[in-house]
């Protein structure tokens, strides 16, 4: 006959496992939501008041528990495709520029740091053309 030892072992063993399938279920719902948030507190941060207009979305489930990540699509010109991406991965928060090719595998990723490093970047996109504020002056 097994030892009562071996019983208590495995039914605790159970317990914590209920447990920790728990926390994992609900880290999971909450995942998305978090991710959306910080992303949309951070690019505040880094980009100013503006940034509240930018429409974020979780950007696929990466080990939930400590890694937030989540996209700002911007605009699609002259077949390059401009999206914000946001992570925090164990507590350091990025917010990165994605410039891709809409019919080629090129893209660039850029880190963005200010509002105004934010509007070097894009001068150096074709979108540039269309919210370049100098466009409408004669002088």
Not at 37 to 55: I, N, P, Y
Not at 85 to 109: A, F, I, K, M
């Amino acid at each position: 006959m097994s030892h009562p030892i071996m019983f208590a072992a495995a039914e605790r063993l159970t317990v914590v496992e209920k447990r920790r399938a728990a926390a994992r279920e609900a880290a999971f719902r909450t995942w998305g939501p978090r991710s959306v948030t910080a992303a949309a507190k951070f690019a505040r941060h880094v980009l100013g008041d503006a940034a509240v207009t930018l429409d974020w979305d979780v950007l696929g489930l990466v080990s939930f528990e400590e890694h937030l990540q989540a996209v700002a699509s911007l605009d699609t010109v002259s077949g390059q495709h401009l999206e914000l991406y946001y992570t925090d991965q164990g507590g350091t928060e990025r917010l990165h520029l994605r410039v891709s090719c809409v019919s080629c595998p090129s893209q660039h990723v850029h880190d963005v740091t200010s509002l105004e490093q934010f509007g070097q970047l894009l001068s150096q996109t074709p979108a540039w053309q269309s919210i370049n504020p100098r466009n409408g002056d004669e002088s």
